[in-house]
């Protein structure tokens, strides 16, 4: 049985499917998904996460601020903000806007 080097996590598979990592690296990706099924479903709900995603991550984005979210939970908004300009936007006008952060 094939047995991969190293399983690719959230991150990467983010960086993947927006076209942020290098063309060898994502060729490398490709080889290691037409063997390894986790990767690639992986991959497939990366994919639907990121068209739901900015719905979800704005709703979590009060508990982030606050650290009341699970460790699931603030990974999936921790990640989405380093992608997703528009809610990395969202983010800073909230956390500006909070008396007692500095
Ligand atoms: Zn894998
Ligand atoms: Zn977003």
Do not use: W
């Amino acid at each position: 049985m094939y047995a991969p080097e190293e399983h690719y996590g959230n991150k990467e598979i983010y960086r993947y499917v927006r076209g942020l990592v290098s063309i060898e690296a994502a060729e490398r990706m490709e080889a290691h998904m037409c063997d390894c099924d986790a990767c690639l479903l992986k991959t497939v709900q990366v994919r639907h996460e990121m068209i739901q995603g900015c719905g979800k991550a704005s709703r979590l984005l009060e508990g982030y601020l606050d650290e009341t979210l699970n460790s699931t939970e603030s990974v999936f908004v921790e990640t989405h903000l380093i992608l997703c300009d528009r809610c990395a936007d969202e983010y800073g006008a909230i956390a500006n806007g909070r008396p007692g952060h500095s």
